[in-house]
């Protein structure tokens, strides 16, 4: 199993920036493909990001393509996701993912981490 711990959330007004962190631990990292999800109050949990095992590729919700950027450090274990240019309708607990097969479906991600709330003031 991988261990995934989230951090950097917080409150930001609309047009400020974030960066997410998630520290994985457990098995080998460069074995995952790596992804970002959100989940707003009421709503299904949606995909935001994904980076391949060695980040030669990345993707985006059509939402988030040209504001937010995925990348990781398998050196550290760790995956990012800046976030620019901040909207309220980017607010939600934002959960970092991982998976051996690359996925952009919640329900096909065997591993998450515990989330961290990204709140955007208007």
């Known amino acids: 199993q991988v261990q995934l711990v989230e951090s950097g959330g917080g409150l930001v007004q609309a047009g400020g920036s974030l960066r997410l962190s998630c520290a994985a631990s457990?098995?080998?990292?460069?074995?995952?493909?790596m992804g970002w999800f959100r989940q707003a109050p009421g709503k299904e949990r949606e995909f935001v990001a994904r980076?391949?095992?060695?980040?030669?590729?990345?993707y985006y919700a059509d939402s988030v393509k040209g504001r937010f950027t995925i990348s990781r450090d398998n050196a550290k274990n760790t995956v990012y996701l800046e976030m620019n240019s901040l909207k309220p309708e980017d607010t939600a607990v934002y959960y970092c993912?991982?998976?051996?097969?690359?996925?952009?479906?919640?329900?096909?991600?065997?591993?998450w981490g515990q989330g961290t709330q990204v709140t955007v003031s208007s």
């Open positions: 993912a991982a998976s051996t097969i690359g996925t952009a479906v919640a329900r096909n991600v065997p591993y």
């Open positions: 457990g098995r080998t990292f460069s074995n995952y493909h």
């Open positions: 980076i391949t095992w060695i980040g030669e590729r990345t």
